[in-house]
């Protein structure tokens, strides 16, 4: 198991950039793989995009439309979501998680970090 902690969030203009990031505490970080999810307010839970271990190879929910990447650094630690042309309707809380798989189900993940909250205005 691992200990995952969420950073980065902020209040950010439409159109902007942001990114966040997801340490894990312990040694076996580089064999899980990494995902994103959020939580918008009064909505369900999402899936962002995910990560292989070895991070050879990614996906991500169709509303990314490729403005957000995840990539890994094993040698620190860290996860990032690196997201360009921010909208307003990306507001949410913004969640890391780690697991087996790097799929889009949430139940596939069983670490969380408590998230970080990200704010577009428009």
């Known amino acids: 198991q691992v200990q995952l902690v969420e950073s980065g969030g902020e209040l950010v203009q439409a159109g902007g950039s942001l990114r966040l990031s997801c340490v894990a505490s312990?040694?076996?970080?580089?064999?899980?793989?990494m995902g994103w999810f959020r939580r918008a307010p009064g909505k369900e839970r999402e899936f962002v995009t995910a990560i292989t271990s070895s991070g050879g190879s990614t996906y991500s929910a169709d509303f990314v439309q490729g403005r957000f990447t995840i990539p890994r650094d094993n040698a620190k630690n860290t996860v990032y979501l690196q997201m360009s042309s921010l909208e307003a309707e990306d507001t949410a809380v913004y969640y890391c998680?780690?697991?087996?798989?790097?799929?889009?189900?949430?139940?596939?993940?069983?670490?969380w970090g408590q998230g970080t909250q990200v704010t577009v205005s428009s």
């Open positions: 312990g040694r076996t970080f580089s064999s899980y793989a």
């Open positions: 998680a780690a697991g087996p798989w790097a799929t889009g189900l949430g139940s596939d993940y069983h670490c």
